[in-house]
């Protein structure tokens, strides 16, 4: 006994482990990069990320295998040593093998998630997302040792790298259904969606089943005994269920998931998913000047809510709906600005074709509303007009004329007759439209 234990620690030094540690870390820290520099941090996406480094941990540690397996050839010796099975040593190999592959699983793993807390992190971890990433790296031990083992050449660690780099590489993500098997190629995980945990599930069941079947295979091999037939019946029996559940998938692997947002409240109640909380300030600075300027019109609001990417884009309610990049892009606020003035818009009414007549004038009050340059127009002496009132007429202007504009149909009377004192404006109580003298109010007939 004390020879063999002096065995197995001298074993447990070889050179494949302590290259395998290092090199494996590092190619992970490699893949992850992506869910380090990104702009947010939620939950969901630091897995796919991890997830994904896993098809470039699991090739790398496929072939470290297969290498092990056929320039060491570790515990044959035991056989002479002791009376134990002739398939100890193997065991006992891909103990070791997967233990290494595993300590840089946790060190990437780790890495991801300190720097998810670091940030402004959203969501729920996925502990069983952890273990489907680990199950597959060991699964690409597995196959790479005993690939070694069946085949002892020198290009076996050659054929096994490019055979699971293949694997990894041809099947995208989201495409079908054959991407949701391990090593998954989980697609992009948008905002107010998350990983189905059904998914999660029948990999971990797919991943273990493969790998203890390709186990008791081999032992089956090794020693001969039939008992050990059943069990490899039922694990087959699992990696078919699971199969099975995945392909009804179809490759979806994500839901629609709610999110409790975090909103900032002053001067506007300003609500976004939790991952971009960060944008909030300059959010609120775009919105405020857009709030006061359309106050006291059908198209006031108080509140600007973050909607999933599927939700239209509304005002209404005194509620507008916006959408906001994930990566939180220059200019991300002056865009969603414009997602609430676009919001302001009768559709239906601004696809009519007589609408392009006014066009123009639109442009020139949408200008003005978000806080840009006024467009150089056929009707100069509109633009001219409109542009040379003050911010109290401008305001008092939309209030009278918001159901054209909102319909599409202003017209060069529309900016007739206001280039009067404010002292002589009149006070309105309510928001409603009141037509000049002369002006109708259908708009059709005009």
């Given at each position: 006994?004390?020879?063999?234990?002096?065995?197995l620690?001298?074993?447990?030094?070889?050179?494949?482990?302590?290259?395998?540690?290092?090199?494996?870390?590092?190619?992970?820290?490699?893949a992850?990069?992506?869910?380090?520099?990104?702009?947010?941090?939620?939950?969901?996406?630091?897995?796919?990320?991890?997830?994904?480094?896993?098809?470039?941990?699991?090739?790398?540690?496929?072939?470290?295998?297969?290498?092990?397996?056929?320039?060491?050839?570790?515990?044959?010796?035991?056989?002479?040593?002791?009376?134990?099975?002739?398939?100890?040593?193997?065991?006992?190999?891909?103990?070791?093998?997967?233990a290494?592959?595993?300590?840089?699983?946790?060190?990437?793993?780790?890495?991801?998630?300190?720097?998810?807390?670091?940030?402004?992190?959203?969501?729920?971890?996925?502990?069983?997302?952890?273990?489907?990433?680990?199950?597959?790296?060991?699964?690409?031990?597995?196959?790479?040792?005993?690939?070694?083992?069946?085949?002892?050449?020198?290009?076996?660690?050659?054929?096994?790298?490019?055979?699971?780099s293949?694997?990894?590489?041809?099947?995208?993500?989201?495409?079908?259904?054959?991407?949701?098997?391990?090593?998954?190629?989980?697609p992009h995980?948008?905002?107010?969606?998350?990983l189905?945990?059904?998914?999660?599930?029948?990999?971990?069941?797919?991943?273990?089943?493969?790998?203890?079947?390709?186990?008791?295979?081999?032992?089956?091999?090794?020693?001969?005994?039939?008992?050990l037939?059943?069990?490899?019946?039922?694990?087959?029996?699992a990696?078919?269920?699971?199969?099975?559940?995945?392909h009804?998938?179809?490759?979806?692997?994500?839901?629609p998931?709610?999110?409790?947002?975090?909103?900032?409240?002053?001067?506007?109640?300003?609500?976004?998913?939790?991952?971009?909380r960060?944008?909030?300030?300059?959010?609120?600075?775009?919105?405020?000047?857009?709030?006061?300027?359309?106050?006291?019109?059908?198209?006031?609001?108080?509140?600007?809510?973050?909607?999933?990417?599927?939700?239209?884009?509304?005002?209404?309610?005194?509620?507008?709906?916006?959408?906001?990049?994930?990566?939180?892009?220059?200019?991300?606020?002056?865009?969603?600005?414009?997602?609430?003035?676009?919001?302001?818009?009768?559709?239906?009414?601004?696809?009519?074709?007589?609408?392009?007549?006014?066009?123009?004038?639109?442009?020139?009050?949408?200008?003005?509303?978000?806080?840009?340059?006024?467009?150089?127009?056929?009707?100069?002496?509109?633009?001219?007009?409109?542009?040379?009132?003050?911010?109290?007429?401008?305001?008092?202007?939309?209030?009278?004329h918001?159901?054209?504009?909102?319909?599409?149909?202003l017209?060069?009377?529309?900016?007739?007759?206001?280039?009067?004192?404010?002292?002589?404006?009149?006070?309105?109580?309510?928001?409603?439209?009141?037509?000049?003298?002369?002006?109708?109010m259908?708009?059709?007939?005009?």
């Amino acid at each position: 006994m004390s020879e063999l234990g002096r065995v197995l620690r001298l074993d447990a030094r070889r050179a494949a482990l302590l290259v395998a540690v290092p090199l494996l870390t590092l190619v992970g820290i490699a893949a992850s990069v992506p869910s380090f520099v990104a702009s947010v941090a939620y939950w969901d996406e630091s897995l796919v990320t991890l997830l994904n480094a896993v098809r470039l941990l699991g090739p790398v540690a496929a072939g470290l295998a297969a290498w092990t397996a056929v320039r060491e050839r570790p515990l044959d010796y035991l056989r002479e040593l002791t009376a134990r099975s002739p398939a100890t040593g193997v065991l006992f190999d891909l103990l070791l093998l997967s233990a290494a592959a595993l300590v840089s699983y946790l060190v990437v793993t780790a890495a991801v998630v300190v720097v998810a807390l670091l940030r402004q992190e959203a969501g729920q971890p996925h502990p069983l997302g952890l273990a489907v990433g680990a199950g597959a790296l060991v699964l690409h031990i597995v196959a790479g040792y005993l690939s070694g083992r069946v085949a002892p050449h020198r290009t076996t660690a050659t054929v096994v790298l490019a055979a699971t780099s293949l694997w990894a590489a041809l099947r995208a993500p989201g495409v079908s259904w054959l991407s949701l098997l391990p090593p998954a190629a989980f697609p992009h995980i948008p905002l107010f969606t998350a990983l189905r945990p059904a998914v999660l599930a029948d990999q971990a069941v797919w991943t273990i089943g493969v790998t203890g079947a390709l186990v008791l295979a081999y032992v089956v091999c090794a020693t001969r005994r039939a008992l050990l037939v059943l069990p490899l019946v039922l694990v087959m029996a699992a990696i078919v269920t699971a199969t099975l559940r995945l392909h009804g998938n179809g490759g979806g692997a994500t839901s629609p998931a709610p999110a409790k947002p975090v909103c900032r409240t002053w001067p506007l109640t300003i609500c976004v998913h939790p991952a971009l909380r960060g944008a909030l300030p300059a959010l609120t600075a775009a919105a405020t000047p857009l709030a006061s300027r359309l106050d006291g019109t059908p198209g006031a609001f108080t509140r600007v809510e973050q909607r999933p990417s599927w939700a239209p884009v509304t005002v209404a309610g005194g509620v507008a709906a916006v959408h906001l990049d994930e990566n939180l892009g220059p200019g991300f606020e002056a865009r969603a600005v414009r997602q609430i003035r676009d919001g302001l818009l009768d559709a239906n009414a601004c696809a009519a074709p007589r609408r392009p007549v006014s066009e123009g004038y639109r442009r020139l009050v949408d200008a003005w509303l978000i806080g840009e340059e006024p467009p150089a127009i056929p009707d100069m002496r509109a633009a001219h007009r409109f542009t040379s009132w003050d911010e109290r007429r401008r305001r008092t202007w939309l209030r009278l004329h918001f159901a054209f504009y909102r319909a599409c149909a202003l017209g060069p009377q529309d900016f007739d007759g206001w280039d009067v004192p404010p002292r002589l404006f009149p006070k309105f109580a309510t928001p409603a439209v009141t037509p000049r003298a002369g002006q109708r109010m259908d708009l059709s007939a005009r």
